[in-house]
């Protein structure tokens, strides 16, 4: 399960949970994730695109 390898590689839980239900949501649609939270870095497989402020 997609989910189950992305919180293995990032070694999530607690409140990385939710972070990574949305990255695999994105991994699974083949689209990057764009957000301000740093947390998704933490995720190799996952396209992750930090906006500028």
Do not use: Q
């Amino acid at each position: 399960m997609l989910l189950r390898k992305l919180c293995d590689e990032a070694d999530a839980s607690g409140d990385l949970i939710p972070d990574a239900v949305l990255a695999a949501i994105a991994v699974g649609h083949h689209c990057a994730v764009v957000s301000l939270d740093r947390d998704f870095a933490r995720f190799a497989s996952v396209r992750h695109i930090r906006p500028p402020l």
